[in-house]
Nanobody, 119 residues
């Protein structure tokens, strides 16, 4: 089991920055991959950025060059630094963790944090 607690959302003007944090309840070394997804009203949840245990990162095309995912292993925390925010980045952002075991692959989700980009 992995509990995930997000923080850092809020209201920001276009062009501004926010940093989201996701604290995991156990060592990130035991987690295969962690990522951030978002869901805007009326839209499906989509991957924003992810990082694997081998430090491979991937980003949605819409955020490349603006968002950065990083990990602090000592704090068991994953961050999403969001720069040059646009109104279309408005959504609820969810932290995700994927674990692998002999019994299969498991997904865990945080409760979500609202990000609103508006003037």
């Amino acid at each position: 089991q992995v509990q995930l607690v997000e923080s850092g959302g809020g209201l920001v003007q276009p062009g501004g920055s926010l940093r989201l944090s996701c604290a995991a309840s156990r060592s990130i070394f035991s987690i295969y991959a962690m990522g951030w997804y978002r869901q805007a009203p009326g839209k499906q949840r989509e991957l924003v950025a992810a990082i694997t245990s081998g430090s491979r990162r991937n980003y949605a095309d819409s955020v490349k060059g603006r968002f950065t995912i990083s990990v602090d292993n000592a704090k068991n925390t994953v961050y999403l630094q969001m720069n040059s925010l646009k109104p279309e980045d408005t959504a609820v952002y969810y932290c995700n963790a994927v674990t692998l075991s002999t019994s299969g692959e498991y997904d865990y989700w945080g409760q979500g944090t609202q990000v609103t980009v508006s003037s």
